[in-house]
Nanobody
């Protein structure tokens, strides 16, 4: 139901925009979240946007550099990533749930996942 895209190879300091399109529920009604997982590491919370009110939340490591947004007309959520660092290298996953959870940062709260898109930042 979720299709993530937009990953690629970029130099440190560069930018990428990831997209997550929903073919199931409308993104306006879904709590949408980006996670990432680097090799040998746990899946890490990146950013989340609440349904309806669009309040956003960010992990400490990306705050001020990444922006999550939603386009209801395109039924998609985006992750604009600026000032990329080599440590941002990971597979990025979008996830969704139908109700907001106070534990929005926990992967266990989500049952709807996209397939992941690779982001590689070279130094």
């Amino acid at each position: 139901q979720l299709q993530a895209s937009g990953g690629g190879l970029v130099q440190a300091g560069g930018s990428l925009r990831l997209s997550c399109a929903s073919s199931g529920g409308t993104v306006r009604s879904l709590a949408m979240t980006w996670f990432r997982q680097a090799p040998g590491k746990e899946r890490e919370f990146v950013a989340s946007i609440r349904q309806i009110v669009s309040t956003t939340y960010y992990g400490d490591s990306v705050k001020g550099r990444f922006t999550i947004s939603r386009d209801n007309a395109k039924n998609a959520v985006y992750l604009q990533m600026n000032s990329l660092k080599p440590e941002d290298t990971a597979v990025y996953y979008c996830a969704a749930r139908y109700s907001w959870s106070v534990a929005y940062y926990s992967r266990d709260q989500y049952s709807i996942w996209g397939q992941g898109t690779q982001v590689t930042v070279s130094s």
